[in-house]
């Protein structure tokens, strides 16, 4: 059977079609908002970078000293400078090991502190440098050992919740040493300043 | 919409897309440009043995040269077909920051010898750390053999490397094999000391 299509009886209209103009917009609101991404994308990377840049290669804005014997709260810890001493020679417990001197020209700095770890804390992660004139900045030094105090937050003889003494050694040029401004302590992974430590 | 102004908005997709592209090519440009420590514009520094070369807030010295047919180290003897060569490298952190050198190649023409015994340096600000870093070389192929050190990270927003000439030239190059013959080498041990 067919079906022979009147020609006589008008076809229902189809959806009007939006009009060139709105489409027109459309299509250039499209480009501005691909555009408008981009350059978001651009700055963000710029903001970011600069601020790394700032904030990591610009001496001036990395530290804030805090006040002799006020303590640094970070998420992991709470740690107190108590003492920061010279040494030329460092005893060791093994006995057959005898003390261990400082490299020529150079001093042990013996930074005593004391660490409480903030209950939940299962990893608890505490960076150390120490700090001198002109911000020159020392990492704690390695090949140091039978010490009796731990030298880290995360030490297994260091406990959760309560006060307890550990000791972070530093390797200083002879000359720097009466010129150090204390120890700085941050979580390792945080944007803010890093507290510098004083000792009490 | 008409044909033409279809292909006027195209157009102007695409205009932006270049603005785009060169926008970012020009944030890329000024970040990297703003990151880049004054002291270290440099990619490239050649410099000569025995006489400090600056590197970052510091400097790097290329010391003495050695050749044998034996390198001591771990405790034991390694021997080899070809040679051993050792060059005493000196890194001084003159500056406030702790200085690093990771990456240690010989170069020979277009061949690259990676070091024999991993080296390394990282030295704390006001002091100076002397290592010795091993090669493992084909004998043929020590004319004019470079030096060529640098930070050797793998994400760096800048990368700086010193190249230095060790003085075997092809005029010498026998001495220098004559002088391996039966040679035992010492890679030593790392030597630290405050700078004056």
Redesign the interface.
């Known amino acids: 059977m067919t079906v022979e299509r009147s020609s006589s009886t008008p076809s229902p209209l189809p959806p009007a079609p939006r009009s ?1 103009r709105s ?2 917009l459309s ?2 609101a ?3 908002i ?2 408008a991404t ?2 978001t ?3 963000t ?2 903001v970011a ?2 601020t ?3 904030a990591h ?1 610009n ?1 001036t804005v990395r530290y804030t000293v805090l006040d002799p014997g006020q303590p640094v709260v970070l998420p992991a810890a709470t740690v107190e400078l108590v003492e920061l001493t010279l040494a030329r020679t460092l005893t060791s417990t093994y006995a057959s090991q005898g003390p261990t001197s400082a ?4 001093l042990w700095a013996v930074a005593s502190m004391e660490v409480t770890i903030t209950p939940g804390s299962t990893d608890p992660t505490c960076v150390f440098d120490l700090v ?1 004139p ?6 704690p030094a390695f090949g140091v050992s039978g010490r009796t105090l731990p030298g880290s937050c995360s030490d297994d003889e260091v406990p959760v919740g309560r006060p307890t003494r550990i000791e972070v050694i530093f ?6 040493a009466d010129q150090l401004v204390g120890v700085a302590v941050s979580s390792g992974s945080s944007w803010r300043r890093l507290e510098v430590l004083r000792p009490s | ?2 044909p033409v ?2 292909t006027a ?1 195209f157009r ?2 695409v205009l ?2 270049w ?3 060169l ?2 090519i020009v ?2 440009a ?2 990297l440009q ?2 880049e ?1 004054p002291s270290d514009r440099t990619q490239n520094v050649t410099g000569v043995r025995n006489e400090p070369v600056s590197y970052g807030d510091g400097s790097v010295t290329v010391g003495s040269v050695r050749v044998g047919q034996g390198l001591d180290h771990f405790g034991g003897v390694s021997r080899t077909a070809g040679m051993f060569l050792t060059v005493d490298v000196t890194l001084s952190a003159e500056g ?3 200085l690093s050198l990771g990456q240690f190649q010989l170069l020979s023409g277009d061949r690259v010898y990676d070091d024999y015994s991993v080296a390394g340096l990282r030295v ?4 100076a750390e002397r290592t010795t870093v091993a090669f493992e070389v084909d004998p043929q192929r020590i004319d004019d053999l470079v030096l060529q050190v640098g930070r050797g990270e793998v994400v760096s ?1 800048y990368h700086q490397q010193l190249r230095v000439h060790l003085g075997i030239t092809p005029e010498n190059a026998d001495a220098w094999r004559r002088a391996s013959v039966g040679q035992v080498l010492d890679d030593g041990s790392n030597t ?5």
């Open positions: 060139g489409r027109e299509q250039r499209r480009a501005w691909i555009a981009v350059l994308l651009a700055a990377y710029l970078w600069g790394y840049a700032y290669m001496s490299d020529p020209g150079a001198g002109d911000r020159r900045l020392w990492e390797q200083v040029p002879e000359r720097d | 919409m008409s102004s279809r908005g102007r997709s932006l897309s603005l785009a592209a926008a970012c944030v890329a000024v970040a703003v990151s420590p406030n920051r702790v704390q600000p006001g002091f927003g630290t000391w405050a700078l004056p």
